[in-house]
C-alpha cells in the first residue's frame, strides 16, 4: 500500500485532498492542488518566511503560486469545474514521492487526455517539476498553453476576516524562455524569487512550441505557446521550477540593492542547470533518495492493509517537513497550510520528535538546533514577562519570540481571549526533555557540550524565576497557568507544569555536574556567558525537592491540577461517525472550565513522557478515570491514549485509538484537514506502533526494553530503530522477536538482559 487514491472528482472534497497531496522536502512546499480548477486555495510555502505585516501575529507567508498552467483548446479553457470528464484519476505515491495525475476532458466531442507526475525534488530543495503528456484521443487540431506565476496569492483563504498578502511585487520578467517573479515581505524584508518555464517535445523528440508570447498581466507574468496537435500522437510538456529566498544568501555579504539581482541570478542559472539536467535525471535523483529514506523509516504491517496505507501517509508527511536548515522547526499543520499560522508548538518535541530521533537523528538534531538558535529570542520572552533565564514561547515562528495570537474563537464562534501565549509554561521543560532523549538515544556528548547544557541551563533558571513559593506550606507552587487540557485556564499547580518543572531543575543541575566534568572549560565558558553561578545551580536542587505535586500520599489516583476533583461531573454518552466524544446534553461550552471534561489529557501525558516516575498501577488507575472524560477536541489525544491503553491492558481501545490516530487525514476526523496536516498526530501514530504494539521504551539505565503486543489481524510488525549509532531491523511477530544487527548491542526484551549478537537474533514471547 503505497498510493493513496482520489478516483473521483467532487469539487468540495478539493482543499482536504490538496493538504493530502501536498509535496515539499523540508524546504518548499507545494499544495497538491488541481492545476485545472479554480476551487483551490494555492499555498507556496518555504521553511522559514514569516511575516507579520497587517497580521494579528507572525505567521508563514503564502508565496506567489509558480503552478499556474492552463490548456485551451478551440478556445476554452479545460477546467474541471465546468467541463465534462470522461476519465479521472489521480493518486500520490509515496514510495517515490510523485504526484500523479489523469484527465481525460470532452469539449464538444472533442476528446483530450491529460497525464501528469509532479514532485518537489529532495536532493536539490530549490527545484520542482512537472510534466504533462497530452493526448488528443480522436481529433487533430491545436491548442494554447499557458505557464505563469500568480503574484496575487495571499495569507488567510480560510479566514476572510484576516486575508492579507504579505509579499509586494518587485519585478517580473521574461526569461525567454520562462518567467520569474522577485517579491518581498513587507515587514521582515525577505527576498523570494520564483522561475519557471516549459520545455514541449512529440514522440520524435523534437520542440512543438510555437508562436510564443510573454505578457504581463497586472503583476503576473506569463508565456503562451501554441501546440499543434495530430490525433492519437502524444505530446509531452516539461515543466522545470526553481525558488530561492534572501535566506539562502544569510553569509553572503551583500548590500540591500544588490540582493534582488543576486537571487534573481541564482534562480537563473539554476534553472538553466536544471533544464541542463533534465526532468527525467533529476526525477531520478529524487526517487533514489526517497528510496534510500525508506529503508531507515518505513514501517510494514502484515494483515492490515488500512494501518498499513495509513502509517506510510503519515511518516511521507512527516519526512516532507524535516527540515535540513538547523534555524527552523516543523510547525503543528507542517508545510501543508496555514493551520496555526505555520508556528512551531511542543508538538514538534512531544510528538514528532522520537519518530527522527530513532529513525533520521540528523534532523532530530536539527529540531533541537532550532529551539537553539532562537535561544536569545526565548531569553527575551523570559526579560519581557519579569523571570529569569529563557522563556520558550508556547507558539514560536523564526526568532524565539512568543507569537501566540491575542484573540480566537470559541466553540460557538465567539470571540474569546487565548491565554496560552501567557500561561503554558510547560512548553519549557518538554525542550528540555527531548534534549534529554536524544542524549540517552544517540550518546552525543559534544552536541550536549555545545548546546544541550546551555538550553537546560536558562530552562531550568526559568523555573527557578517562576516558583512561588507558599510560606504556610512550606513548598513551592506554580499558579495561574494552562496545562496540554487547555479547556481549564488560570489554574493552580497544574500536575503536568510542576511535575515537569521539578524534573527539568533536576536534570539541570544533573548536566551542570556532567559538564564540569566533561569539559570544565565549557562550563566556565557558560557561567561567564550567562552570568551562572555553581551557588545558583545547585539551589535549584533545593527547589525542585519542595515543588507541590497536586497527589494525596498512597493514593495512586493523581489530580490534574489543585481543585479539579471538584468540579462538576458530566457524562460522555454519546459519539460521532468518526467514534469521537460528542458534547453532553445540556452543557455550556463558555464554561468548560468549571467542569471535569477535558479536551485532551494531561496526567495520562506525563506518566507517558516520564513512564520510569510511575508504576504500573498507577498508569491503569489514571487512564481509566481519564479517558472516561476526555473529549479528544485536540488531534494529539487519541494516540497517547492508545499507547496507554496498551501499557495497561486495554487493547481494544488501544487498536481503536490508534486508527482514529491514524486517518486524521485520510478520513478528515478532526473536520480541518483542508489546512493542513495533523503533524504531530502523525509523530503519535508513529509512537503507538513503535511505543505501543511494538512496546519498545527507553529504560532508567538507558537500555531499550520490548515488550511487544500485536492486535489480533496483525500477523507481524517490522519497523527500523537507530539506537546509539546502530541501525536494529525490529521484526516482532505474535510470538517472537527478531532483532537484526549490524553490530553486538544490548537490549531488554520483556525487561530481561539479551545481548544481541551481529545478524538475526530470535527471542520467544
Request: with cysteine; charged share 30%; proline share 4%.
Amino acid at each position: 500500500m503505497w498510493t493513496v487514491e482520489r478516483k473521483e472528482y467532487h469539487p468540495v472534497e478539493n482543499l482536504v485532498y490538496e493538504t493530502i497531496f501536498t509535496l515539499a522536502n523540508g524546504y518548499l512546499s507545494l499544495r497538491g492542488r488541481e492545476e485545472f480548477s479554480n476551487l483551490t486555495m494555492k499555498g507556496t510555502y518555504v521553511a522559514g518566511i514569516f511575516d507579520k505585516y497587517l497580521a494579528q501575529v507572525t505567521e508563514l507567508v503564502n508565496l506567489p503560486d509558480p503552478l499556474g498552467f492552463k490548456i485551451y483548446l478551440d478556445n476554452k479553457e479545460l477546467n474541471l469545474d465546468y467541463l465534462p470528464l470522461t476519465k479521472y484519476y489521480r493518486y500520490l505515491d509515496m514510495k517515490q514521492g510523485i504526484l500523479n495525475s489523469l484527465y481525460e476532458f470532452n469539449v464538444e466531442g472533442k476528446i483530450i487526455r491529460i497525464e501528469s507526475r509532479r514532485f518537489v525534488s529532495r536532493p536539490n530543495i530549490h527545484r520542482f517539476g512537472i510534466q504533462y503528456t497530452i493526448t488528443p484521443v480522436n481529433f487533430s487540431g491545436k491548442i494554447v498553453v499557458e505557464n505563469c506565476i500568480d503574484t496575487t496569492t495571499y495569507n488567510g483563504y480560510l479566514d476572510p476576516h484576516n486575508k492579507i498578502q504579505h509579499y509586494r511585487v518587485l519585478r517580473v520578467e521574461d526569461l525567454k524562455p520562462g518567467v520569474s517573479a522577485s517579491v518581498k515581505t513587507h515587514d521582515k524584508g525577505h527576498i523570494i524569487v520564483l522561475a519557471n518555464a516549459i520545455l514541449a517535445k512529440d514522440k520524435h523528440g523534437e520542440n512543438v512550441l510555437r508562436y510564443r508570447k510573454f505578457r504581463q498581466i497586472g503583476d503576473i507574468p506569463q508565456e503562451g505557446y501554441t501546440i499543434f496537435l495530430t490525433e492519437g500522437q502524444q505530446v509531452v510538456i516539461e515543466k522545470y521550477g526553481v525558488v530561492y529566498t534572501s535566506r539562502d544568501l544569510e553569509s553572503e555579504k551583500l548590500k540591500d540593492k544588490d540582493v534582488v539581482d543576486f537571487v534573481r541570478e541564482k534562480v537563473e542559472n539554476e534553472l538553466n542547470n536544471f533544464i541542463r539536467t533534465g526532468f527525467e535525471s533529476e526525477l531520478k535523483a529524487h526517487t533514489e533518495h526517497m528510496e534510500s529514506v525508506w529503508k531507515r523509516m518505513d514501517i510494514l504491517i502484515d494483515g492490515d492493509e488500512l494501518a498499513q496505507q495509513g502509517i506510510r501517509f503519515n511518516l511521507f508527511h512527516l519526512y516532507a517537513c524535516a527540515p535540513d536548515d538547523q534555524r527552523v522547526s516543523i510547525g503543528a499543520r507542517g508545510l501543508h497550510g496555514e493551520g496555526y499560522k505555520g508556528h512551531v508548538f511542543w508538538d514538534t518535541e512531544i510528538f514528532m520528535f522520537p519518530f527522527f530521533l530513532y529513525t533520521l537523528p540528523e534532523y532530530a538534531k536539527n529540531l533541537l538546533l532550532y529551539r537553539y538558535n532562537t535561544l536569545d529570542g526565548a531569553r527575551k520572552n523570559a526579560q519581557m514577562n519579569g523571570y529569569k533565564g529563557a522563556q520558550f514561547p508556547w507558539e514560536s515562528a523564526d526568532d524565539g519570540l512568543e507569537v501566540t495570537p491575542k484573540w480566537g474563537e470559541d466553540y460557538l464562534g465567539n470571540p474569546v481571549r487565548i491565554w496560552t501565549g501567557d500561561e503554558e509554561f510547560h512548553i519549557n521543560a518538554d525542550i528540555a526533555v527531548a534534549l534529554v532523549h536524544y542524549h540517552s538515544v544517540t550518546g552525543d556528548d559534544q552536541f550536549m557540550v555545545d548546546y544541550g547544557v546551555e538550553v537546560l541551563l536558562e530552562t531550568g533558571r526559568f523555573w527557578a524565576s517562576r516558583l512561588e513559593y507558599n510560606e504556610i506550606k512550606d513548598r513551592y507552587e506554580i499558579r495561574r497557568v494552562i496545562g496540554p487540557d487547555e479547556f481549564h485556564e488560570h489554574v493552580d499547580n497544574n500536575v503536568y507544569t510542576n511535575y515537569l518543572a521539578k524534573w527539568n531543575l533536576e536534570k539541570a543541575v544533573e548536566y551542570y555536574e556532567w559538564l564540569s566534568e566533561k569539559d570544565p572549560i565549557k562550563l566556565e565558558k557558560l557561567k561567564t556567558i550567562l552570568g551562572i553561578t555553581e551557588k545558583e545551580v545547585r539551589s535549584w536542587k533545593t527547589l525542585a525537592e519542595k515543588v507541590y505535586i497536586p497527589r494525596k500520599e498512597g493514593e495512586k489516583l493523581i489530580e490534574q491540577f489543585e481543585g479539579y476533583f471538584g468540579l462538576k461531573e458530566y457524562e460522555i454518552t454519546e459519539w460521532d461517525e468518526n467514534g469521537l466524544p460528542k458534547w453532553p446534553k445540556g452543557l455550556d461550552l463558555t464554561k468548560l472550565g468549571e467542569t471535569k471534561l477535558i479536551k485532551q489529557p494531561d496526567v495520562v501525558m506525563l506518566l507517558l513522557v516520564l513512564p520510569e516516575e510511575f508504576t504500573e498501577e498507577e498508569m491503569k488507575v489514571n487512564y481509566e478515570y481519564y479517558e472516561k472524560r476526555t473529549m479528544h477536541k485536540s488531534s494529539l489525544s487519541p494516540s497517547m491514549y492508545s499507547i496507554m491503553g496498551l501499557k495497561v491492558g486495554d487493547t481494544h481501545n488501544a487498536y481503536k485509538y490508534f486508527m482514529k490516530t491514524l486517518l486524521v487525514d485520510l478520513e478528515d476526523n478532526q473536520g480541518n484537514t483542508n489546512n493542513g496536516f495533523h503533524a504531530a498526530s502523525a509523530g503519535g501514530a508513529w509512537q503507538c506502533v513503535v511505543y505501543g504494539f511494538g512496546g519498545m521504551t527507553l529504560e532508567s539505565d538507558k537500555l531499550l526494553n520490548f515488550s511487544p503486543w500485536l492486535p489480533e489481524k496483525w500477523q507481524s510488525v517490522n519497523f527500523k530503530i537507530n539506537y546509539r549509532g546502530i541501525p536494529l531491523d525490529v521484526l516482532i511477530k505474535k510470538d517472537s522477536i527478531q532483532i537484526t544487527s549490524p553490530s553486538e548491542v544490548e537490549l531488554k526484551i520483556k525487561g530481561e538482559r539479551k545481548i544481541v549478537k551481529p545478524g538475526e537474533n530470535i527471542f520467544r514471547l
